[in-house]
């Protein structure tokens, strides 16, 4: 059995320490920080929290391997609940198109076809995975030590069934990977009507994704481009009765439906929500749904509305951030600079920021039992930043100032050997 950990003398400790659900309104800015911080950390679990000089004179620690913070900030790691880690390649030609106004900020849209589908389905499991591990090492470095990974646009189930196998191998080696069954565009190939097909995914596809555990989620799109809400509903209500946890993208050109279904069907999160109505914004300030914002795909697309973040939080709402990580959403997988964009662009204060980006992004993804503060009993999932004070964070947009990262008790970076 290894040593424990004692962790001391950080400037300020953030631990996000609170009550057992998600943080909204006022709270979101209670960050429960103890400055000249301690963690006493054993078999990868925080065994105390609180100032140094109290934990470093516990009995348990006079054995313990000593890591010094040294006026730095010490905070839980990010907790990045919304991305596609496996996406296919870069979409350059379509970014400089853009750019030179020839697409507009829908570009990535195509019935039936999405982009990168092609290479997806061409490309074998193993280069996959090996592509996959390489992000998951730049993830690490900029901070992140869980995150949710979704399975292509749900139009080929060979090749989703493939990509969320990668994401299976990939989970806990070393960090958190919760896949997720993903529904975002009709598939113009699929034989018969769309009742037929919704048929199929509830009878067959979703049974086999729980007997085979390939995915904690399914998450549909709903609007324009994705799925009405009457067949979102059949589809979420066959996966909640699966065990499997309904999520829901919406929002995304204006009211689709898709807050009032995430509400109805209990998801863990309705994502994007760049078109909100004050009724919406209510509604989901009176639930158990956590509004996932994706400030970076907006910021990279260009978008004229931005999700109202501030009447989100002032209505009471349990906000989350997210990258949107993909080639055609935000190719950024930086949560440093996803928490700079929320703050300029949205207006959030650095403190909600990090609650947004850690323990309301833990209860996105349904593991605030374990991860998104520091507290007793929780995995030791902790950053150390070059900094003494949290709001450098956001203050110094497009700078990593992230020095350590702690993976259940694990230091992987600065030196990562998996």
Aim: with cysteine.
């Amino acid at each position: 059995m290894p040593p424990p950990i004692l962790l001391r003398g950080a400037r300020q400790l953030v631990t996000l320490r609170g009550p057992s659900g998600p943080r909204r309104g006022a709270a979101m800015r209670e960050l429960a920080i103890i400055p000249d911080g301690a963690l006493l950390i054993a078999d990868g679990i925080i065994q105390d929290v609180g100032p140094s000089r109290r934990v470093e004179n516990l009995a348990a620690a006079r054995d313990a391997v000593e890591i010094a913070a040294d006026g730095r900030v010490v905070m839980p790691g990010f907790i990045d609940s919304h991305t596609r880690l496996v996406g296919g390649d870069s979409r350059l030609e379509e970014y400089e198109a853009r750019l030179l106004e020839k697409l507009g900020a829908d570009w990535e849209i195509a019935a039936g076809a999405p982009p990168g589908l092609r290479e997806l389905r061409a490309a074998s499991k193993q280069k996959l995975g090996l592509l996959a591990r390489k992000t998951l090492k730049l993830l690490i470095r900029h901070g992140t030590t869980s995150l949710e990974a979704k399975s292509p646009w749900g139009v080929d189930a060979r090749t989703d069934l493939k990509i969320l196998r990668v994401l299976e191998a990939l989970h806990e080696k070393p960090l958190d990977v919760f896949a997720t069954y993903y529904l975002g565009v009709l598939p113009s190939d699929a034989q018969g009507t769309l009742d037929e097909y919704v048929d199929w995914l509830c009878a067959e596809m979703l049974p086999r994704l729980r007997t085979r555990r390939l995915a904690r989620f399914v998450q549909v799109r709903v609007g324009e481009d994705g799925y009405p809400v009457g067949q979102a509903r059949r589809i979420l209500s066959a996966a909640r009765a699966l065990g499997l946890i309904p999520k829901v993208t919406a929002g995304e050109r204006g009211p689709d439906g898709g807050v009032e279904l995430a509400v109805e069907v209990e998801a863990a999160s309705a994502d994007r929500l760049d078109c909100l109505t004050a009724a919406q914004v209510d509604l989901l300030a009176r639930s158990f749904t956590v509004a996932t914002l994706l400030p970076g795909v907006a910021f990279h697309r260009r978008l004229e509305r931005l999700p109202p973040a501030r009447a989100l939080i002032e209505a009471g709402a349990a906000v989350a951030l997210a990258t949107g990580l993909s080639p055609d959403g935000c190719p950024s997988l930086s949560m440093p600079a996803i928490l700079s964009l929320a703050c300029q662009q949205m207006r959030l204060t650095p403190a909600e920021a990090l609650t947004a980006a850690t323990i309301n992004a833990a209860h996105a993804l349904r593991c605030a039992g374990r991860l998104g503060s520091l507290e007793y009993g929780k995995d030791a999932d902790l950053i150390m930043l070059n900094v003494g004070d949290y709001r450098e964070l956001t203050y110094q947009f497009g700078v990593n100032l992230v020095a350590m990262v702690m993976k259940r008790g694990q230091v992987l970076f600065p030196r990562m050997e998996f």
